[in-house]
């Protein structure tokens, strides 16, 4: 099964769901005070559950603008990320 995030894209707006994509915006605003650009896998490397999930909660970021995707990886896991119009440095 392929990555697919409009599809997966409701799985963020479970319950578990939420607290992953918390758990992941909180840990990425971090460690990108710290360093500028991060890494998908540096983004999920600390969470558990479903990797599928995990990728369209970084993708819903994003979407909100708090992220925004540099270049363009072949593997998903090295997709580089730096700081959106939107993101909020707290």
Avoid: N
């Avoid at 995030?5 to 607290?19: I, Q, W």
């Amino acid at each position: 099964m392929p990555y697919v995030y409009e599809e997966l894209k409701p799985r963020v707006f479970t319950e578990t769901g939420s607290v992953m994509f918390t758990h992941i915006r909180d840990r990425i605003r971090r460690l990108l005070r710290e360093t500028g650009a991060i890494a998908m896998g540096a983004a999920i490397g600390d969470c558990t559950g479903d990797s599928w999930t995990m990728l369209a909660c970084v993708d819903r970021l994003v979407e909100l603008d708090e992220l925004r995707e540099v270049g363009q990886a072949a593997r998903g896991q090295d997709r580089v990320f730096v700081p959106g119009p939107e993101w909020v440095a707290v």
